[in-house]
Nanobody, 119 residues
């Protein structure tokens, strides 16, 4: 499976932005999907996870209530709707996939898309 993230850009604090992650070359609905982010000088951190059907999701405390992860299995696409953005949300956002929720290793990673939030 190939994953390609898009939708990043420059946004003012308080504004919204939607990221997409398009999947190709595999059965998208077979994978748990994730968003991670890495801010400059910091380690990569978990942002959100969504189940294979899209019926269950999990968020990092830092984004809970502001970000919404979703997926469209018919379009093989993962989304991250971000609202009330803060300067500390500035990071490179990447999508990832794995077939088992308990697996330690992610099967596939997409390239990142840069989100910059100005104050």
């Amino acid at each position: 499976v190939q994953l390609q993230a898009s939708g990043g850009g420059l946004v003012q604090a308080g504004g919204p932005l939607r990221l997409s992650c398009a999947a190709s070359g595999g059965t998208f609905s077979s994978y748990y999907m994730y968003w991670f982010r890495q801010a400059p000088g910091k380690e990569r951190e978990f942002v959100a996870r969504i189940s294979r059907s899209g019926g269950d999701s999990l968020y990092a405390d830092s984004v809970k209530g502001r970000f919404t992860i979703s997926r469209d299995n018919a379009k093989n696409t993962l989304y991250l709707q971000m609202s009330s953005l803060k300067p500390e949300d500035t990071a490179v956002y990447s999508c990832a996939a794995k077939t088992s929720i308990v697996a330690q290793v992610y099967d596939f990673w997409g390239q990142g898309t840069l989100v910059t939030v100005s104050s």
